[in-house]
């Protein structure tokens, strides 16, 4: 069994920054790539960003240059840096993490707010 731990999310004024972290416990093969997902009111979740295994990253066009994605292979962790957060970036971030085995987990989310 295998859970998911996200923390960093909360208020922030637009221009400001914010780290998101999710920390992978539990037995399981090797994990595969570590991703953020997001999704704000009426809307579709999203992909933000992922990473997989060897560092390949991939990001949204709308986070491209602001997001930063990083994981931790020791501690099975995934970070999301946030910088010059905008209004439209308000959402519940969840964190996904994908298995070699092929099994495919989703935290339970974390709220974003960016507002003046």
């Known amino acids: 069994q295998v859970q998911l731990v996200e923390s960093g999310g909360g208020l922030v004024q637009p221009g400001g920054s914010l780290r998101l972290s999710c920390l992978a416990s539990?037995?399981?093969?090797?994990?595969?790539?570590m991703g953020w997902y997001r999704q704000a009111p009426g809307k579709e979740r999203e992909l933000v960003a992922d990473?997989?295994?060897?560092?390949?990253?991939n990001y949204a066009d709308s986070v491209k240059g602001r997001f930063t994605i990083s994981r931790d292979y020791a501690k099975k962790t995934v970070y999301l840096q946030m910088n010059s957060l905008k209004p439209e970036d308000t959402a519940v971030y969840y964190c996904?993490?994908?298995?070699?085995?092929?099994?495919?987990?989703w935290g339970k989310g974390t709220l974003v707010t960016v507002s003046s």
């Open positions: 996904n993490v994908r298995y070699f085995s092929g099994n495919d987990y």
């Open positions: 539990g037995s399981d093969l090797s994990i595969n790539v």
């Open positions: 990473i997989a295994w060897g560092g390949l990253t």
